[in-house]
């Protein structure tokens, strides 16, 4: 079955970096986009960033410039490398990937930006 796994996460000060990575197996890895998003407390689900099967990126307004997406095919992975974090930053982080059609999510990893 489709599996996530999400790690990286932690606590890290205003300005400091982080590398989140998602796991996955239970499908052809090299063939599927994968997304990260984020919940803040109160707040709804946003997607944070996506990557194409074929390695194209788009990012939310609010991390371009600081979030960078990648992915390793070899050990299906992707990567969300995330630089000049902020407190608002703060948030669960989940990995998702919809195959056939159905969406699946990982457990998700808290990021905690704080002084």
């Known amino acids: 079955q489709v599996q996530l796994v999400e790690s990286g996460g932690g606590l890290v000060q205003p300005g400091g970096s982080l590398r989140l990575s998602c796991a996955a197996s239970?499908?052809?890895?090299?063939?599927?986009?994968l997304s990260w998003y984020r919940q803040a407390p109160g707040k709804e689900r946003e997607l944070v960033a996506f990557?194409?099967?074929?390695?194209?990126?788009d990012y939310a307004d609010s991390v371009k410039g600081r979030f960078t997406l990648s992915r390793d095919n070899t050990k299906s992975s992707v990567y969300l490398q995330m630089n000049s974090l902020k407190p608002e930053d703060t948030a669960v982080y989940y990995c998702?990937?919809?195959?056939?059609?159905?969406?699946?999510w990982g457990q998700g990893t808290q990021v905690t930006v704080s002084a």
């Open positions: 239970g499908f052809t890895f090299r063939t599927y986009a």
């Open positions: 990557i194409s099967a074929g390695g194209n990126t």
């Open positions: 998702k990937v919809v195959v056939r059609l159905s969406p699946y």
